[in-house]
């Protein structure tokens, strides 16, 4: 599945905020900073769309799901390598 451009340039701009946050090392941290943050934000976005107690499953079940996707997309490179080629 194609992702539009658009999309793609502010997916950059996260990883861009992520490299340099992780220039001191600390990699491991921003991955979960950036984990906690998306399920921070996504929360947010549910609950302030007046999001209902009764859906919360399915909001889960669906940022889950989409995370999921995500993952396996960029290991199996469907946009291009994750990580620049050894020379």
Not at 53 to 60: G, S
Request: glycine share 6%; net charge negative; aromatic share 12%.
């Amino acid at each position: 599945m194609p992702y539009p451009p658009e999309f793609l340039k502010l997916v950059d701009e996260f990883i861009h905020l992520a490299n340099r946050l992780a220039e001191d090392g600390n990699d491991g941290e921003v991955s979960a900073a950036i984990l906690f943050a998306a399920g921070r934000y996504n929360a947010f976005n549910f609950l302030s769309r007046n999001g209902k107690a009764q859906d919360q499953e399915k909001a889960v079940e669906f940022y889950v799901a989409e995370y999921r996707k995500a993952v396996v997309s960029n290991l199996e490179g469907d946009v291009g390598p994750v990580v620049k080629p050894q020379d």
